[in-house]
């Protein structure tokens, strides 16, 4: 039987349990209610760039594969950078925006993107963001952060690029210290003194998923984003209702680490979860203090997942700096179609380069892993 098309420019018009059956797990970042609290936040605006274009298929008016998918008026919030590529089209054939994109707002964080049960269905979601791309006359259609095991949905017309994060992976740590066994001695005595600093200097932290914070608590999370994104010269788009709505409906798939010095609050990390892996999202403080950044951000983080039997801990997008904390470099997906044949040419050649160099990377960052024992 046929398929219906249909754009939806709100994730509410499809009910919360149609959408996560597509799913496939629970990855927080495409349940329905984390893209729902983005949306009713008021997170999501046309004046930062964003505007929801959920790409939905029907049969017989049953949902039978989605994506969430947006239409760009920028290229803010992605972290698949295509700044380049704007410039470019713009000087050479016209306006590169708008833009299709499929992806999580503000979040570089690898999951499903073609929310299917078959891989028909799958393949009918990349035929459908090509043809409609071509009809609309825009620039080009972009799928970021995908499972490896999407990529098989899509033809040669899409140009797939690669990039590498620093993931931390369990390897059955009885606890922390059983990890650091697994450092070299150099590694582990660095991360054992950045620890003592704080842990034997009057700071103590504590870890509370969704349903245990209060309005203090959440008051606290989001100034802390904001401090963070306006120290960076960043717009903090989330407001502070999406991370009330984020730990209310998804209640133990949150998680806040706040750092204390004596009775006084002064940092906080802000977390989330599926049953295997766990995801690193906003960090802040009031003050800073040596080491408080990877404590509050990583270790106690590798704590959790060890104490939850996580299998892998994703800290988020960038930073050479964790490699020394155990974090090693892990490839991510993303695919791309330019409409204009003679621009997606003359891109497939660049990211033939830009592959290469990031092997290269990859090979010179795992010079420096910290297991095992150095000469």
Request: glycine share 6%; aromatic share 14%; proline share 4%.
């Amino acid at each position: 039987m046929s398929l219906a098309v249909h754009w939806l420019d709100r994730i509410d018009a499809v009910p919360a349990t149609d959408w996560n059956a597509l799913c496939g797990d629970d990855h927080p970042f495409v349940a329905h209610a984390f893209l729902n609290a983005i949306e009713a936040s008021d997170s999501l605006r046309s004046d930062l760039g964003w505007c929801a274009e959920h790409l939905t298929l029907w049969r017989d008016n049953r949902l039978v594969a989605a994506a969430p998918t947006y239409r760009k008026a920028n290229s803010h919030g992605e972290f698949v950078f295509d700044f380049a590529f704007a410039d470019a089209y713009e000087r050479s054939i016209g306006n590169y925006y708008p833009k299709r994109l499929v992806a999580v707002p503000y979040s570089p964080v690898t999951g499903p993107r073609l929310l299917a049960s078959t891989d028909a269905d799958r393949r009918a979601l990349v035929a459908t963001l090509a043809t409609d791309t071509v009809s609309r006359g825009w620039s080009s259609a972009h799928v970021n952060f995908l499972r490896e095991s999407e990529c098989d949905a899509f033809d040669e017309q899409w140009l797939p690029r690669c990039d590498w994060q620093f993931h931390w992976h369990n390897h059955g740590y009885r606890d922390f210290d059983d990890f650091l066994d697994a450092l070299n001695a150099k590694k582990r005595k660095n991360i054992r003194q950045e620890r003592a600093r704080l842990l034997g200097n009057d700071w103590r932290f504590e870890r509370r998923h969704g349903q245990e914070l209060e309005a203090e608590h959440i008051d606290f999370l989001h100034r802390c984003y904001v401090l963070t994104f306006a120290d960076k010269g960043n717009t903090p788009s989330l407001t502070r209702d999406f991370f009330a709505r984020i730990c209310r409906d998804l209640p133990r798939q949150t998680l806040a680490v706040f750092a204390y010095r004596g009775d006084q609050l002064l940092a906080s990390s802000f977390l989330l979860q599926s049953a295997n892996v766990l995801y690193g999202r906003y960090w802040g403080g009031i003050e800073n203090a040596p080491g408080l950044h990877f404590e509050t951000c990583y270790y106690q983080g590798i704590e959790h997942a060890i104490a939850q039997g996580l299998s892998v801990f994703e800290p988020g997008a960038q930073g050479e700096h964790k490699i020394a904390r155990g974090f090693l470099p892990t490839r991510t997906h993303s695919r791309h179609f330019f409409a204009h044949p003679g621009f997606r040419n003359a891109i497939a050649d660049y990211l033939k380069r830009e592959a290469r160099e990031l092997d290269h990377y990859r090979d010179a960052v795992m010079r420096h892993s910290p297991y095992g024992v150095t000469a």
